[in-house]
């Protein structure tokens, strides 16, 4: 009987002009591709008198945008970032909502490497699309785009000198020490935006996998549904998050005189 099949690493799936291309880089581009699908056909069926889809999205974006104006205190600093807060959840949302679809992570092909059978030589299945999220290399990177956003804006907002006495304020020893204290906390959204975003997913993908392997019928079930609702939770998470580091980063610094 074949056991679960279970990677940490994405599996490389072909090459472009050199570029290895991987199972979850594929299936990015297949979220992509729901997203500038799915805004055209909104966009088409834009109307003066809304019908109930329209009305939902309109309801849900207007939500989305008050609330943003409500953290921001500002309707054009909400009106810069919504873009960008919205794309991330609706990335991250697609990516974990589509994880259980029939095909994902079960059609793809298999690997024979060269070694001998007693070195750990035999056929491995690659999967040809895989769950987005459960690659650590796409949740860093959504990481690294939040980060510079964040740090950005906080310079641009701001002013580098006075953002910079964020981190680095040598009047006195405590001040000093909340600055260095600042330094490792911007460093560790990184790690914390990253892994936990990966670290759900994967657990989720990893625990249906084992359910599907002993229980294949009906008991799945209830737990697809359990991580579908994990996986929007992550999802709105890490644009919160974000949200929030940001409107961080564009207050002004706190000085030792103030109480």
Not at 77 to 106: D, H, K, Q, Y
Not at 154 to 181: A, E, H, M, Q
Request: net charge negative; hydrophobic share 55%; with cysteine.
């Amino acid at each position: 009987m074949e056991g679960i099949h279970i990677a940490l690493a994405a599996e490389r799936v072909g090459t472009f002009l050199g570029f290895p291309i991987t199972n979850t880089v594929l299936m990015s581009w297949v979220v992509m591709a729901i997203l500038i699908t799915l805004a055209l056909v909104v966009r088409q069926r834009l109307t003066l008198v809304p019908g109930r889809f329209q009305t939902l999205v309109e309801s849900g974006l207007g939500y989305v945008s008050d609330y943003m104006t409500e953290v921001f205190e500002d309707v054009k600093l909400a009106r810069r970032f919504f873009p960008l807060i919205v794309t991330m959840f609706l990335f991250i949302f697609i990516g974990n909502l589509i994880e259980f679809t029939p095909g994902i992570g079960s059609i793809g092909f298999y690997v024979v490497n060269d070694l001998p059978a007693q070195a750990g030589g035999h056929e491995t299945f690659t999967p040809l699309l895989r769950s987005l999220n459960t690659d650590l290399n796409v949740t860093l990177a959504l990481a690294i785009i939040a980060f510079l956003v964040i740090e950005i804006t906080g310079v641009v907002c701001l002013g580098l000198l006075k953002y910079g006495k964020k981190f680095i304020n040598i009047k006195s020893p405590i001040s000093f020490g909340v600055g260095l204290l600042e330094i490792i906390g911007n460093l560790a959204r990184l790690v914390s935006l990253s892994f936990r975003l990966f670290g759900n997913i994967l657990a989720g993908e990893v625990l249906i996998g084992v359910i599907v392997f002993f229980v294949p019928l009906l008991v799945p079930l209830p737990f697809m549904l359990f991580e579908l609702f994990v996986g929007f939770m992550q999802a709105a998470i890490f644009a919160l998050l974000t949200l929030f580091f940001i409107k961080l980063s564009i207050e002004e610094p706190h000085t030792g005189e103030e109480h």
